[in-house]
T-cell receptor, first 115, second 109 residues
Framework: DTGVSQDPRHKITKRGQNVTFRCDPI?????LYWYRQTLGQGPEFLTY????????KSRLLSDRFSAERPKGSFSTLEIQRTEQGDSAMYLC?????????????FGPGTRLTVT | DAKTTQPPSMDCAEGRAANLPCNHS???????VYWYRQIHSQGPQYIIH???NNETNEMASLIITEDRKSSTLILPHATLRDTAVYYC??????????FGKGTSLLVTP
């Protein structure tokens, strides 16, 4: 069990560019979550997958954001036409198949800086 | 999800118990109380959760008042590695967690 991994760990981009982040969950975890964390704040929920199905999206996930989990394994989060307000840490988490298990395992995050 | 209120910061001496309070006076009957912590530059780490009864695991104890309007996370013997931001979350979903600002705990030698 190598834990949740995220790539890249850091990304600097210019305003208006598109960026894509990848998350690899713990193997056998069927649930995957994306969160965003800005400086001084706790993480905020963005979206949630069960297998390949995206079951919930926060209103924070504007139409410039899209998340996919094509085969129910890894997931990608794309931000189109980045804005300075998108600068944040993007965290991915996964949890087990058992519906009674509530523990989410978080990755180290991808820190995005939009200049 | 019910709003939670936590003190912004607390100190604790190494080796002593750290008692972190959380107020969730509007919690509904099907909302669990979760505690996570975030050590600097890392992702959050699950600690414990509970509904009505007190809970204990290898990391901590969770004491929930009988009316469920508040709870306390207890780290029985705090170490320097317990310095982190601690988040108390009330949620009935278990997945769409919103962490708030948490309590920044500083454990001092």
């Amino acid at each position: 069990d190598t834990g949740v991994s995220q790539d890249p760990r850091h990304k600097i981009t210019k305003r208006g560019q598109n960026v894509t982040f990848r998350c690899d969950p713990i193997s056998e975890h069927n649930r995957l979550y994306w969160y965003r964390q800005t400086l001084g704040q706790g993480p905020e929920f963005l979206t949630y997958f069960q297998n390949e199905a995206q079951l919930e999206k926060s209103r924070l996930l504007s139409d410039r954001f899209s998340a996919e989990r094509p085969k129910g394994s890894f997931s990608t989060l794309e931000i189109q036409r980045t804005e300075q307000g998108d600068s944040a840490m993007y965290l991915c988490a996964s949890s087990a198949r058992d519906v009674t298990v509530y523990e989410q395992y978080f990755g180290p995050g991808t820190r995005l800086t939009v200049t | 999800d019910a709003k939670t209120t936590q003190p912004p910061s607390m100190d604790c001496a190494e080796g002593r118990a750290a008692n972190l309070p959380c107020n969730h006076s509007t919690i509904s009957g099907n909302e669990y109380v979760y505690w996570y912590r975030q050590i600097h530059s890392q992702g959050p780490q699950y600690i414990i959760h509970g509904l009505k009864n007190n809970e204990t695991n290898e990391m901590a104890s969770l004491i929930i008042t009988e009316d469920r309007k508040s709870s306390t996370l207890i780290l029985p013997h705090a170490t320097l590695r317990d310095t982190a931001v601690y988040y108390c979350i009330a949620s009935n979903s278990g997945y769409a967690l919103n962490f708030g600002k948490g309590t920044s705990l500083l454990v001092t030698p």
